[in-house]
């Protein structure tokens, strides 16, 4: 269940910087860091390693400050983020991946390898294969953490013994098995939050035990949703993968997953034009995106105006629907909408504007921005 | 009502590029050259002007085809597009959408409007206030075209006496009222393209008559949106301006818009996992959007799997349900996946790659790519 106390209007808003070019991304600096400070506080009272994903800020400024505050490396989803973090002098990552690498995307990943302390995904005998592969002959032997389905069935084994399979078929290629992962992601449903965290751990405990039965030592034991962030900080579970929590969003606020202050990032757009029943914004699908849970009503949170939906999106519109009497913004007014998903809204942008306390902003680059290869 | 005789597996995918690196975008450079010279010709016949949408390919290579084969400039969404088409030498442009200027984009439009022959939509006597403000001392007046609702009930005017007012508005602060358009978008539903199409037209006709009626010269009627692409080259209209008919993509073929063939572009993307239910591709909603109209079953169409549905993305995956015993991709395949709607998608990438007929491929930018401001 979403927490129905949860109203829009209880979502602060960050103060928004004078003639701001619309559509725009505006991160409130103060709660950036204090949603770091949070839950590096919270991993670091259950002796929980922190390695945030960093697909959600792709931002070697943020990627900063979580390891300044203790986080033990980053997540990145790609190689391509790999790349653009090593760059940047941030070296230990692990990309929580099942990569499938041949030809050109082989010699990229041998390339980080080669210049970090890299770790990589693997949920298959063929992917152990390309992956062993890919860096045959260099210094260093490559480390693979094998990925588990908790029960959200996208990537990972199906059972403990799949588990075992992989993890023998990278060892015998000559690749280093430091572990277990999963991602709870099935948590990002309100019906199935609790029992996500519980299968993500259990089933991350019962594949490190046919590992060690299996001959392996299992160092890392690692979890990863930003709603079952603190539950699966659990058991034997040793790292910790989230990555949403950094900016949050309106789809965190409304799992309960985040407090209000936690929602840290906002969409500024402005009204262009008004009708009797609506108003339209400037930010549409091509700054807001459709991502939108079926359980959420609109495509974003308008704390402002409470008792109003953003309906559709067209690529630069966003169609806000108005009940009859309400209140409603005049046209030119900058308002402030809180995504429903944060992440994909900054791949959308070069930049987003960070506002200090005294009312400061300076854009910090999207570093890895449209890095999905 | 869909066109239910069209079947995935009768999309026909381009040859993609040999060790491509996944997720990519592939257009087919002979498809896209016919559904430029099918449009053209269409309009020619019709005696009807073409302005292509750039805002689907947002690549000055491609309006510089659609040019070459006779249309008469480009349409825009907004200012940063018109930028840096101006920049390119692209100046015969007119931006779509009733902008709202002041502080740094009143001075970027002012820039724009000095270094090109731009035309610009309002839809409200703020509106005009601000563009007049935004010009005011230019060497030249600047042209508007008042936007009228054609029913979809976005932006525009509601009726032909709000059109009277808003242009009275403009010209009477100095603005060149050279005419109406309108999007009639309501035709991205299967139930309602045919009805969108005569509404578009009459709505336009209305509001042209009553400003000729009010003492205005009605130059421009200027109506589109790919499925009225045809249907509303009609009456008085004599401006068309559709955009994703250059790529076109799946949404538009299941509405009956562009033939099999008009699907020039589509996602490469690699197996990265495979399980007994499913598969999951290294393409997700940071490359193939969660755009999916409501009529529509899945993020995409996987023409060679066409028992295969992509049911859910998360940022870099893309799960594909598969029904028990259907044919399966192999770990590592490469597959090509026509997007449900392809302008937002080609707003993730800086660059598509263009495949010739004799199979080679090279790079074209999308010189504006994120430029949504």
Redesign the interface.
């Known amino acids: 269940m979403t927490d129905t106390a949860r109203r829009p209007e209880m979502l602060p808003v960050p103060t928004l910087p004078r ?1 701001i ?4 991304v505006v991160v409130d600096r103060e709660r950036l860091e204090d949603n770091i400070r949070r839950l590096q506080d919270a991993m670091n009272e259950r002796g929980v390693a922190l390695r945030p994903h960093a ?1 959600t800020h792709k931002s070697v400024r943020v990627a900063g400050l979580q390891l300044e505050a203790g986080a033990r490396g980053i997540t990145v ?2 190689i391509s983020e790999a790349e653009v973090f090593a760059a940047a002098g941030i070296t230990d990552l692990f990309l929580a ?4 690498v ?4 082989a010699r990229r990943l041998r390339d980080v390898h080669d210049a970090a302390d890299l770790r990589v995904g693997v ?2 005998e ?2 152990a294969e ?1 992956l062993a592969a890919a860096v045959a002959g260099a210094r260093r032997p490559l480390h693979v953490l094998v990925e588990i ?1 908790p029960g959200q ?4 084994v ?1 059972d403990p013994e799949a588990a075992v399979r992989v993890a023998r078929a990278a060892h015998e290629r000559g690749l280093i098995v430091d572990g277990v992962f999963a991602h709870g ?1 099935h948590s990002y449903d309100p019906a199935a939050r609790a029992r996500a965290s519980s299968e993500e751990v259990a089933s991350l405990e019962a594949a490190a035990a046919a590992l060690e039965a299996g001959g392996f030592e299992v160092a890392t034991i690692s979890a990863g949703s930003t709603p079952t962030m603190v539950a699966s900080a659990t058991g034997r579970v040793n790292e910790m993968r989230a990555g949403t929590y950094v900016l949050g969003d309106r789809q965190q606020w409304l799992l309960g997953a985040i407090p209000a202050q936690g929602a840290a990032a906002v969409v500024a757009a ?9 108003f ?1 914004l ?1 930010a ?4 807001l ?4 849970a079926d359980w959420i009503e609109g495509y974003g949170g308008l704390p402002r105006y409470p008792d109003a939906v953003i309906e ?1 999106l ?4 966003g ?1 806000v629907r108005l009940l009859p009497g309400s209140p409603r913004p005049r ?2 007014e900058v308002v402030a909408v809180v995504p429903n998903h944060i ?2 809204v900054i ?4 930049a987003f504007w960070v506002v200090g306390a005294d009312g400061s902003s300076e854009p910090w680059p999207v570093d890895a ?2 890095r ?2």
Do not use: I
Not at 97 to 100: D, K, M
Not at 347 to 350: A, T
């Open positions: 003639d070019e619309t559509p725009a697909k989803g790609t991946y099942p990569v499938w041949e030809g050109s995307k949920d298959s063929g992917g390309r389905d069935h996208r990537t990972g199906a992601g402005t009204v262009v034009s008004v009708a009797a029943d609506r339209v400037d549409g699908a091509k700054s995106t459709k991502d939108r559709r067209s690529d630069y519109h169609v046209l030119g992440c994909p791949d959308l942008f070069d921005r449209g999905s290869s």
